[in-house]
């Protein structure tokens, strides 16, 4: 049975230690009162510069909210003084294995590649090693001057991890975009796939569940050039988006990856995304099956047939 | 004044927190890598020591000594957060370079020590410029550390050039092992000049009771 002088002195010292308490938060919520604009407008000023520093062409930048992702704060598309899209830049919060958050801005190009990273805000020890004068990532590692693509370090994982997260949203996204019933086929793609194409605007039925699209394409006499099929095939990380070119007999003359989810795609495509006709690589078959998978069943379509 | 600048010498030279108590040494070791985040550490530091001190001070009588520890760690962490809002409010680089080291001032053994050992037992003015005195002593060691460090494994003194492109920095001293490297040398050096000035003082008390014991013989 506690007498009540000894629970008296428990509660005076309990009483005391609250009122320290609030007399302490009091002062920093005046010190918070006093400084949270200035930290927000240091933040805002920080992020436009950090898009400016990654696109030195930007002018205008509008949120997207259509593109969200884990990890994405907000998705900024930038455009230059005459209004041409210049990319993306992604605001994104990545999670050090330190347990840290570092909040970044991502540069991210009309063709779903990171162009440039910076860091805006970090509670890491190390990450400055990664970084320039401006807090860029360099993909090098300062001290040193080894690339330590092996992943050494956490802070140097959080970096390549918030890259490769940003990239596949973007992957996705276009992935998503081409997967459509009338298949999306663009100039530049028909160039790559066919030499002297003047039109591609006659489009034929499509046959095949897989075929997304086919459209006819002439030189600028109106001979037909060929097929160009979209197709979606089936890869490591999901569906690929392909773009097969036809001859006239039916056979498949060349691949354009236009958009895909896997890492190791790199091993058969040109920087252009033309399929190279490399052999299965070692730990990237699928990705080979893919294309290899989309060519076969485009030819067993036997398209073909002068206009 | 006197007693003002005895405090000072105390908390700078004779009792330095952290080349004599060896206090506050995950943070000297951490943020020594430039003398500039070395300046940076020890004036926040320093800042959240005198605050503290001197709330802890007018405190004294309030906190009851049961859940003294409590009341003070509540205070520390309550101005290193605010000098945490106003770094990342008005000089956000410094903010930045330092990182997680600005909020680990909270557990910093200096600032908690002092607390303990005066301000909790002196008067206000004292208690501020005890925190003061620890607070340059603290500065005035991170600087001694980072300069070596910045310009041996670097090159450099607060960001410039020292020695020009052809320097091959000794990399090892802006590593950790070299941060302790660093450190004890720095130590070994310090307590040497001090035990210099007190081996002169004993020399002469041995030198003055031999003479009185010759000048006794010869009576």
């Given at each position: 049975?506690?007498?009540?002088?000894?629970?008296?002195?428990?509660?005076?010292?309990?009483?005391?230690?609250?009122?320290?308490?609030?007399?302490?938060?009091?002062?920093?919520?005046?010190?918070?009162?006093?400084?949270?604009?200035?930290?927000?407008?240091?933040?805002?000023?920080?992020?436009?510069?950090?898009?400016?520093?990654?696109?030195?062409?930007?002018?205008?930048?509008?949120?997207?909210?259509?593109?969200?992702?884990?990890?994405?704060?907000?998705?900024?598309?930038?455009?230059?003084?005459?209004?041409?899209?210049?990319?993306?830049?992604?605001?994104?919060?990545?999670?050090?294995?330190?347990?840290?958050?570092?909040?970044?801005?991502?540069?991210?190009?009309?063709?779903?590649?990171?162009?440039?990273?910076?860091?805006?805000?970090?509670?890491?020890?190390?990450?400055?090693?990664?970084?320039?004068?401006?807090?860029?990532?360099?993909?090098?590692?300062?001290?040193?001057?080894?690339?330590?693509?092996?992943?050494?370090?956490?802070?140097?994982?959080?970096?390549?991890?918030?890259?490769?997260?940003?990239?596949?949203?973007?992957?996705?996204?276009?992935?998503?975009?081409l997967d459509g019933d009338d298949g999306v086929f663009q100039k530049e793609q028909i160039d790559?796939?066919?030499?002297?194409?003047?039109?591609?605007?006659?489009?034929?039925?499509?046959?095949?569940?897989?075929?997304?699209?086919?459209?006819?394409?002439?030189?600028?006499?109106?001979?037909?050039?060929?097929?160009?099929?979209?197709?979606?095939?089936?890869?490591?990380?999901?569906?690929?988006?392909?773009?097969?070119?036809?001859?006239?007999?039916?056979?498949?003359?060349?691949?354009?990856?236009?958009?895909?989810?896997?890492?190791?795609?790199?091993?058969?495509?040109?920087?252009?995304?033309?399929?190279?006709?490399?052999?299965?690589?070692?730990?990237?078959?699928?990705?080979?099956?893919?294309?290899?998978?989309?060519?076969?069943?485009?030819?067993?379509?036997?398209?073909?047939?002068?206009? | 004044?006197?007693?003002?600048?005895?405090?000072?010498?105390?908390?700078?030279?004779?009792?330095?927190?952290?080349?004599?108590?060896?206090?506050?040494?995950?943070?000297?070791?951490?943020?020594?890598?430039?003398?500039?985040?070395?300046?940076?550490?020890?004036?926040?530091?320093?800042?959240?020591?005198?605050?503290?001190?001197?709330?802890?001070?007018?405190?004294?009588?309030?906190?009851?000594?049961?859940?003294?520890?409590?009341?003070?760690?509540?205070?520390?962490?309550?101005?290193?957060?605010?000098?945490?809002?106003?770094?990342?409010?008005?000089?956000?680089?410094?903010?930045?370079?330092?990182?997680?080291?600005?909020?680990?001032?909270?557990?910093?053994?200096?600032?908690?020590?002092?607390?303990?050992?005066?301000?909790?037992?002196?008067?206000?003015?004292?208690?501020?410029?005890?925190?003061?005195?620890?607070?340059?002593?603290?500065?005035?060691?991170?600087?001694?550390?980072?300069?070596?460090?910045?310009?041996?494994?670097?090159?450099?003194?607060?960001?410039?050039?020292?020695?020009?492109?052809?320097?091959?920095?000794?990399?090892?001293?802006?590593?950790?092992?070299?941060?302790?490297?660093?450190?004890?040398?720095?130590?070994?050096?310090?307590?040497?000049?001090?035990?210099?000035?007190?081996?002169?003082?004993?020399?002469?008390?041995?030198?003055?009771?031999?003479?009185?014991?010759?000048?006794?013989?010869?009576?």
């Open positions: 049975m506690v007498n009540k002088k000894t629970a008296w002195h428990v509660t005076n010292i309990a009483l005391r230690l609250l009122v320290i308490c609030l007399v302490v938060a009091a002062l920093t919520a005046l010190v918070y009162a006093v400084t949270v604009d200035t930290i927000a407008k240091g933040e805002q000023e920080r992020k436009e510069n950090a898009i400016r520093l990654i696109f030195t062409e930007a002018d205008s930048f509008t949120e997207d909210p259509s593109i969200v992702g884990e990890g994405v704060n907000a998705v900024y598309a930038v455009a230059d003084a005459n209004g041409a899209p210049l990319g993306w830049c992604v605001d994104y919060t990545g999670v050090s294995e330190y347990g840290g958050d570092v909040g970044m801005m991502i540069g991210v190009g009309t063709d779903g590649r990171v162009l440039g990273l910076q860091v805006i805000s970090h509670a890491e020890t190390f990450i400055d090693r990664y970084l320039d004068g401006e807090n860029r990532y360099t993909g090098v590692e300062k001290t040193y001057g080894v690339d330590l693509s092996a992943g050494a370090t956490m802070s140097y994982n959080a970096i390549r991890n918030a890259i490769a997260a940003v990239e596949k949203i973007f992957a996705t996204r276009k992935v998503a975009e790559l796939l066919f030499s002297g194409a003047a039109d591609f605007s006659q489009r034929e039925d499509v046959i095949d569940s897989n075929v997304n699209g086919i459209c006819l394409v002439k030189n600028a006499d109106g001979v037909l050039l060929g097929r160009c099929v979209s197709y979606t095939s089936l890869g490591y990380g999901g569906d690929m988006e392909l773009l097969l070119s036809v001859l006239p007999t039916g056979k498949v003359d060349g691949v354009l990856v236009a958009a895909h989810l896997d890492s190791e795609m790199f091993h058969y495509t040109n920087d252009n995304g033309l399929y190279n006709g490399a052999d299965a690589v070692a730990g990237a078959t699928r990705s080979h099956r893919a294309i290899q998978n989309a060519i076969t069943a485009v030819e067993a379509l036997q398209l073909g047939g002068a206009q | 004044m006197k007693g003002f600048l005895k405090q000072l010498k105390e908390g700078i030279l004779d009792n330095n927190p952290t080349l004599v108590q060896l206090l506050g040494m995950c943070p000297t070791l951490a943020t020594t890598t430039s003398v500039k985040n070395a300046i940076g550490m020890g004036l926040a530091a320093t800042v959240v020591l005198i605050f503290s001190n001197l709330f802890i001070s007018l405190l004294r009588k309030f906190i009851p000594k049961q859940v003294r520890i409590a009341a003070f760690i509540v205070i520390i962490s309550g101005f290193v957060t605010m000098v945490e809002l106003l770094m990342k409010a008005f000089v956000y680089s410094l903010y930045q370079s330092l990182g997680i080291f600005i909020p680990l001032i909270v557990v910093n053994c200096i600032i908690l020590a002092r607390a303990e050992a005066y301000a909790s037992k002196n008067k206000v003015l004292p208690s501020a410029v005890d925190g003061l005195a620890m607070g340059l002593g603290f500065t005035f060691a991170l600087i001694l550390v980072a300069t070596v460090r910045e310009i041996v494994g670097n090159g450099t003194f607060m960001g410039l050039s020292l020695f020009g492109d052809g320097y091959a920095p000794a990399l090892l001293f802006i590593m950790p092992a070299g941060a302790f490297l660093t450190l004890g040398f720095v130590i070994a050096a310090v307590q040497k000049i001090r035990n210099m000035g007190q081996d002169k003082e004993r020399m002469e008390k041995l030198s003055k009771l031999e003479e009185e014991a010759e000048k006794e013989e010869t009576v």
